[in-house]
């Protein structure tokens, strides 16, 4: 997940995830875009953003239909 601290929707959506471990297996890293350019020139405007590997499952909030095709091999 990338992020930025002090962002309520970060929160929320981080928050969302962890209750979602108990049903689903998944490891969950933060990424703070402002500890890298690269990070902040390609996220800034999206954040949060769910990645997993190279797949961008969704932004600005948990989109539970997108999270469960994706975590189902639907995607």
């Known amino acids: 997940m ?33 500890s890298k350019p690269e990070w902040h020139d390609k996220y800034a405007l999206k954040i949060p953003v769910l990645i997993s590997g190279n797949h961008e499952i969704c932004h600005y909030y948990l989109d539970m239909v997108a999270f469960r095709k994706h975590f189902s091999g639907q995607a």
């Open 2 to 34: 990338y992020g930025r601290s002090a962002c309520h929707l970060c929160e929320d959506m981080r928050e969302a995830l962890e209750d979602l471990r108990k049903d689903y297996e998944f490891s969950l890293e933060f990424r703070d875009i402002d």
